[in-house]
């Protein structure tokens, strides 16, 4: 259906959608912040969909949830550990999950401000209500200012597509 080469130094990454069969659409995304190529499929039928994403995880060199937060505890520092934590945002399901919100949040707390600014993009790629109050306690608190101006940012376009102004 269409093509977009990416841009690393405009921040977008290569990205190509399939429709696969009536209503149903493939989108493979190289998301240039982590590093990570990644497929969303979507359509009417959710079991079509699902014995999708099980052929492609099959298919595919592919990790699990499982695999991701694992990636995290097995993380050095610094930027490794900003990549892991983003691609366990990345791999984030629609509905919320308790692990995988406890693993980013624990990002929040790491020493590096570089980490901590990375940890608040994870929360983009699943934007759960119940990030809202970590993010204002972020904006709030934390030591560096680039952090908390981002944590703030990312509250505020939450807060508009949770239609919550508070």
Not at 9 to 20: L, V
Not at 112 to 125: C, E, G, I, P
Not at 133 to 161: K, Y
Request: aromatic residues 6%; proline residues 4%; negative net charge.
């Amino acid at each position: 259906m269409s093509e977009r080469l990416g841009d690393e130094d405009a921040g977008t990454g290569y990205e190509m959608t399939w429709s696969m069969a009536p209503a149903v659409i493939l989108h493979y995304v190289e998301d240039v912040v982590s590093r990570s190529g990644h497929v969303h499929v979507t359509g009417r039928d959710t079991a079509d969909i699902e014995s999708r994403v099980e052929t492609l995880g099959r298919e595919l060199d592919t990790l699990t949830m499982k695999e991701l937060t694992a990636a995290v505890g097995e993380a050095g520092a610094g930027p490794e550990l900003a990549r892991a934590l983003l691609r366990v945002g990345l791999g984030a399901p629609l509905a919320f999950d308790a692990t995988v919100f406890d693993v980013i949040r624990g990002g929040l707390a790491n020493e590096d401000a570089m980490v901590r600014q990375s940890t608040v993009y994870a929360t983009t790629y699943s934007p759960w209500r119940e990030w809202l109050p970590v993010l204002r306690e972020v904006a709030r608190d934390d030591p560096s200012a680039d952090v908390r101006e981002l944590a703030a940012a990312t509250a505020g376009q939450l807060e508009q597509l949770d239609g919550d102004e508070s």
